[in-house]
């Protein structure tokens, strides 16, 4: 795949090496002749299942990294896994919800017998559980989420649907969500990722002013345009929307995150 991706380059694009076989390895001297020395354009260095693009200048690295998603394109991968999340071409998070999903329901059918259908342990003692290793597992990631609706309603069913199980709660008890969640001790799904979110902004926001993150959370595209019609949703935009869901002020919300016990407290 890199063989084709680096393909169309010019010679240019890449670092050259150097190098004679003939001499020995530390008598760096004898590369500066100009008999029986060769030189070798790179432009990628790989080890197992990971690829270094190299290059002298930043212009020279952007045409090879745009060769090298192209050729990705051919065959077809438009998302990678990075930190265990799953990142996806268009920045959207639904295979990324698919795939927390999958995972938090693996972890839950695991323990049904040992857990959640076990008499006699307490419904207290199964929640705890149930937070440490199930919400754990769907929630991994969440704070940097841009979510939908549609992305809220599916955590809340998968949610409802175990905690039903653990309190044994049948359907046609006619029991609300709201009763199963105030029984369960359990806030809801998007109450839990307003406050993610809040709290590691608050996080963000008191990083040094150099630091990449912090950067990245205030800045915005110094090239590009959106396209015309309903506009994608930005992290900004959910942000703005928790801030509000909390009764905190847009403008004046990172002087509050400086002090780490208040912002805290304000969140919880």
Known sequence: MLKQATEDLDDEDGVYVRYRLDGSLFNLRCLQAHT?????????????????????TERALQRITSCFADALRLFGLEQF???????????????????????????????????????????????????????TTLLYGSETWVTYRSHI???????????????????????????????????????????????????????????????????????GHRRRGAPKKRYKDCFKKSLTEYHIDHQCWSGQAEDRGAWCHTIH
């Open 36 to 56: 029986n020395t060769q030189e070798r354009l790179i432009q990628n260095l790989l080890f197992a299942g990971d690829a270094a693009l190299v290059a002298h």
């Open 81 to 135: 896994i990075y930190l265990g999340s799953t990142i996806s071409s268009d920045a959207r998070i639904d295979k990324e919800i698919g795939n927390r999903l999958s995972k938090a329901n693996s972890s839950f059918g695991k323990l049904y017998k040992r857990v959640w259908n076990n008499k006699n342990l307490k419904n207290k003692t199964k929640t705890h559980v149930y937070r440490a290793v199930v919400l």
């Open 153 to 223: 309603r599916l955590l809340e069913r998968f949610q409802q649907r175990c905690l039903h199980t653990i309190l044994n709660i049948h359907w046609g008890d006619f029991t609300t969500n709201v009763e199963v969640l105030d029984q369960a001790e359990i806030p809801s799904i998007k109450a839990m990722l307003l406050k993610y979110q809040l709290r590691w902004a608050g996080h963000v926001s008191r990083m040094e002013d150099h630091r990449r993150t912090k950067i990245v959370l205030y800045g915005e595209l110094s090239t």
